[in-house]
């Protein structure tokens, strides 16, 4: 049962435009959205969240949007620049099991073009 | 102040053998969760320990166990290796429990099982 879903597995983009990454998640019970970043050979790295009480967070270059009625966040990254090329993993946390949990999705590919 | 560390690197086993990897939490962090990340997949749980004691446990079976010491360095252990078990293996330290936005991840180990 996968709760959080990123469907483009990848994403190509032109430097200098915006970058949109897309999530989908199933638990309303979810209380807040991070996105992390990650490059090769090195571990994930937290860029930016948001809490299930606001729609909007940003944080220079990077905004994300929740849409708590379509259960759906956004990253948006603008502009695009070559060292954003990466792996983005939307995570959600909340209470499964008992227990707070972090569920992550499968990762979107982003490339940036120069 | 060192970042999150892991040992080994990589690791090569065969179906059936245990395996012991290895996590040093950042400085000043008491928290350390274990996250399964299998190829084109985003990490999963496996379980969180908090001073000692584990503290929240994802859908794995009980061959994965682990240990958390005083200087809040864990170990992750895994008996009974079976093929599927092969994946990168992700720790993550922070300073609380539910502190998701400030976890720090190490690089991970690649277990290969043969």
């Known amino acids: 049962d996968q709760q959080v879903k990123q469907n483009s597995p990848s994403l190509s983009v032109q430097e200098g435009r915006i970058s949109i990454l897309n999530c989908d998640y199933t638990?309303?019970?979810?209380?807040?959205f991070l996105w992390y970043k990650k490059y090769p050979a090195e571990g994930p790295t937290f860029l930016i969240s948001?809490?299930?009480?606001?729609d909007k967070n940003e944080d220079g270059r990077f905004t994300v949007f929740l849409n708590k009625s379509a259960k759906h966040l956004s990253l948006h990254i603008v502009p695009s620049q070559p060292g954003d090329s990466a792996v983005y993993f939307c995570?959600?946390?909340?209470?499964?099991?008992?227990?707070?949990?972090?569920?992550f999705g499968q990762g979107t590919r982003l490339t940036i073009n120069p | 102040e060192t970042g999150v560390t892991q040992s080994p690197t990589h690791l090569i086993k065969t179906r059936g053998q245990q395996v012991t990897l290895r996590c040093s939490s950042q400085?000043?962090?008491?928290?350390v969760s274990w996250y399964q990340q299998a190829l084109g997949q985003g990490p999963q749980f496996i379980f969180q320990?908090?001073?000692?004691?584990?503290?929240g446990r994802g859908n794995f079976p009980p061959r994965f166990s682990g240990l958390q010491f005083p200087n809040y360095s864990s170990e992750l252990n895994v008996n009974a290796l079976e093929l599927d078990d092969s994946a990168l293996y992700l720790c993550?330290?922070?300073?609380?429990?539910?502190?998701?936005?400030?976890?720090?991840f190490g690089p991970g180990t690649r277990l290969t099982v043969l």
């Open positions: 993550a330290s922070s300073l609380a429990a539910n502190s998701y936005n400030e976890q720090f």
């Open positions: 638990n309303s019970m979810f209380d807040y």
């Open positions: 948001i809490s299930s009480i606001k």
């Open positions: 995570a959600a946390r909340g209470i499964i099991q008992g227990a707070q949990k972090l569920v």
């Open positions: 400085s000043g962090h008491n928290t």
């Open positions: 320990y908090y001073r000692e004691e584990e503290n």
